[in-house]
């Protein structure tokens, strides 16, 4: 009953930019924190950023000075703008929302969305 919708991933060349979304829906009480994850081939899935629903933020060193994320809490949606992009910030990303939702505002629960493709290559 709750939804998260990623979109713009893509490809593209090293030292360009891309910019995530990810809409979250359905009987939603309230969100607590958001966060962006990713998952290189072979590796293990890993934190690249994430905010609180104050608008703190917490960034992966790897990825510090390059990203940016934000929120809109009035449409339940995080951003994560990624600049300089490098090679090895190819991965599948994935979008999580840790929130409470309306048939049960006792418990927050995690919710992820289906991933969206990073390609970083000339």
């Known amino acids: 009953q709750v939804q998260l919708v990623e979109s713009g991933g893509g490809l593209v060349q090293p030292g360009g930019s891309l910019r995530l979304s990810c809409a979250a829906s359905g009987s939603i009480f309230s969100i607590n924190a958001m966060g962006w994850y990713r998952q290189a081939p072979g590796k293990q899935r890993e934190l690249a950023a994430a905010i609180t629903s104050g608008g703190s933020t917490n960034y992966a060193d790897s990825v510090k000075g390059r990203f940016t994320i934000s929120r809109d809490n009035a449409k339940n949606t995080v951003y994560l703008q990624m600049n300089s992009l490098k090679p090895e910030d190819t991965a599948v990303y994935y979008c999580?929302?840790?929130?409470?939702?309306?048939?049960?505002?006792?418990?927050?629960?995690?919710?992820w969305g289906q991933g969206t493709q990073v390609t970083v290559s000339s």
């Open positions: 999580n929302a840790d929130l409470f939702t309306s048939d049960d505002t006792t418990f927050a629960y995690d919710y």
